[in-house]
């Protein structure tokens, strides 16, 4: 009984640090990760505001992890509008990390688009639900 306790004790840490593993390699700390969590289907806030501020976040390093959650809304504009998947594009080879809920893109008929321009596309409710009980930075547009 011990030793199944032990193994599922040490599987757990195993699967959570990778979980919190950054791109670089180093655990990140919800201190130093930014969840951006864009939503919104105006492609004003997207341009000027959303993706600017998560790809300067991490070009510049003001957080060493950044997740861009795109949900609802935003899934079917950027499925939409090649500016956006560009720049979406840009943001992944700087290092950006880029996900989507799978639910949302389902029910705007995108799904397909939105792996095709590499989007991370899943179930977002679980991995939000973390992000926010273990206190990472969110900024939401």
């Known amino acids: 009984m011990k030793i199944k306790l032990f193994f599922l004790v040490l599987v757990f840490s195993i699967c959570s640090a990778k979980f919190?593993?950054?791109q670089d390699?180093?655990?990140?700390?919800?201190?130093?990760?930014?969840i951006v969590l864009w939503?919104?289907?105006?492609?004003?806030?997207?341009?000027?505001?959303?993706?600017?501020?998560?790809?300067?976040?991490?070009k510049f390093n003001w957080f060493r992890e950044?997740?861009?959650?795109?949900?609802?809304?935003?899934?079917?504009?950027?499925?939409?509008d090649s500016k956006l998947k560009d720049k979406i594009a840009s943001m992944k080879k700087d290092?950006?990390?880029?996900?989507?809920?799978?639910a949302c893109?389902?029910?705007?008929?995108?799904?397909n688009d939105?792996?095709?321009c590499e989007v991370d596309v899943k179930g977002m409710g679980v991995p939000l639900t973390h992000y926010l009980k273990r206190g990472y930075k969110?900024?939401?547009y």
């Not at 950044?66 to 939409?80: C, H, Q, R, T």
């Not at 290092?95 to 799978?102: K, L, Y």
């Open 39 to 58: 939503s919104s289907g105006d492609a004003d806030v997207a341009e000027k505001a959303c993706l600017m501020y998560a790809h300067a976040a991490k």
């Open 95 to 102: 290092g950006v990390i880029i996900e989507a809920c799978v």
């Open 114 to 116: 939105l792996k095709v």
């Open 105 to 111: 893109s389902n029910m705007y008929g995108v799904t």
């Open 138 to 140: 969110i900024v939401s």
């Open 25 to 34: 390699g180093k655990i990140a700390t919800p201190s130093d990760t930014l």
């Open 20 to 22: 919190l593993m950054a």
């Open 66 to 80: 950044v997740i861009l959650v795109v949900w609802g809304p935003s899934e079917k504009l950027l499925a939409e």
